[in-house]
């Protein structure tokens, strides 16, 4: 067991090492458009548009938390924007089907509503980490199978129609409220990314997940059960997704099939390379794919205030996105000449 965790610790160590300049003007880059922002409009700075900011990018954190791990365990997960909208679509209908069977009963109600869509997200997961572990089918191949089959089933679901019935107090009382003056959705993304975080450095699972990425033949050879972590990563990810569709559906008041989609996904995997996850594997830390997000956050809010074409929006991104993979492929090449 040791043999793989020595050769993928010290790989990650020196990663985090060669990619601190890009971590390491990733902050200052955060601090230079928020002051360039405020600067140029008031409104940047005004208390709505923070808590907007805030909720957005809380939820971007929790779906690229999960992506990340898949992608340091070596894989790829298309289906996460997917899932948010089918866990969103199953929760509002679940509930209000309960809400019509036990009305009244507002805890069975609720419970029932996120215990389905969480379920969502477990299925998902286990359909993707089966098909990549067991049937060694490539995680880009599996994932994107299942990203247009769960999209299906939302769309048959709803007909494309929101779903509501649900609680008030799910809607108001939790999607709608604030703690401490922050949204809801800021304080789930921060226990979600403690938790990864923990998992990560303090765990066997994280270790395992650093040593497949890193070398998986080393970690065969140590005995790390390949199959059973991998499943894992893919659950995890469709588990958070699933938990990203409830929270959306909390805070609309709606179930909607539309929630998610590409958008999702391409930003869940830019705010993973541009946080120092590696796509070859084996290099990542969740922390810095949430300020990620939040960057990513920052930036698509200011060329709305900015009056940018939303058409050509996606193009900074992808820019943005390609000089990530560009420089992390640079080092890495630098570092194999030393």
């Known amino acids: 067991m040791s043999t793989a965790l020595t050769a993928a610790e010290p790989r990650g160590t ?3 090492r060669a990619i601190a300049g890009r971590i390491g003007f990733l902050p200052g880059l955060l601090l230079l458009l928020v002051a360039g922002m405020s600067a140029v409009d008031p409104q940047f700075y ?3 548009n923070i808590l907007n900011i805030l909720r957005n990018a809380s939820l971007l954190a929790i779906v690229a938390c999960g ?3 898949v992608i340091v365990a070596g894989g790829f997960d298309l289906s996460v924007g997917a899932v948010v909208a089918l866990a969103s679509v199953v ?3 679940t509930m209000a089907a309960t809400a019509a069977a036990f009305p009244g009963n507002v805890v069975l109600v609720i419970a029932s509503g996120v215990a389905a869509g969480l379920g969502c997200g477990v299925v998902v997961g286990l359909v993707n980490g089966f098909c990549v572990a067991k049937l060694k089918v490539s995680g880009f191949v599996v994932t994107l199978g299942t990203m247009s089959a769960t999209a299906g089933v939302g769309l048959m679901i709803t007909n494309g129609i ?5 609680p008030d107090i799910f809607v108001k009382s939790f999607g709608r409220a604030q703690a401490f003056g922050l949204p809801t959705a800021v304080h789930v993304a921060l226990i979600v990314i403690i938790l990864m975080v923990f998992a990560q450095r303090r765990t066997l699972f994280g270790r395992y997940v650093y040593a497949i990425g890193g070398n998986v033949d080393a970690a065969v050879v140590s005995g790390v059960s390949i199959q059973r972590h991998i499943v894992g990563t893919y659950v995890v990810s469709s588990v958070l997704a699933a938990l990203t569709g409830i929270l959306l559906t909390a805070q609309v008041g709606s179930g909607q099939a539309s929630f998610g989609g590409d958008r999702m996904m391409l930003q869940s995997i830019a705010a ?3 946080g120092g996850v590696s796509l070859r594997g084996g290099v990542g830390r969740v922390e810095l794919v949430a300020i990620s997000a939040l960057f990513l956050t920052i ?3 200011a060329l709305n205030l900015l009056h940018v074409d939303s058409r050509l929006q996606p193009v900074f991104l992808g820019v943005i ?3 990530a993979v560009a420089l992390d492929e640079l080092i890495r090449r630098r570092r194999g000449r030393v």
């Open 91 to 93: 929760t509002a209908k």
């Open 321 to 323: 996105m390609v000089a």
């Open 162 to 166: 929101p779903v509501y019935g649900m």
């Open 14 to 16: 020196i990663g985090l």
């Open 272 to 274: 993973a390379v541009i």
């Open 67 to 69: 992506q990340a791990l």
């Open 46 to 48: 005004g208390i709505i």
């Open 299 to 301: 930036l698509g809010n």
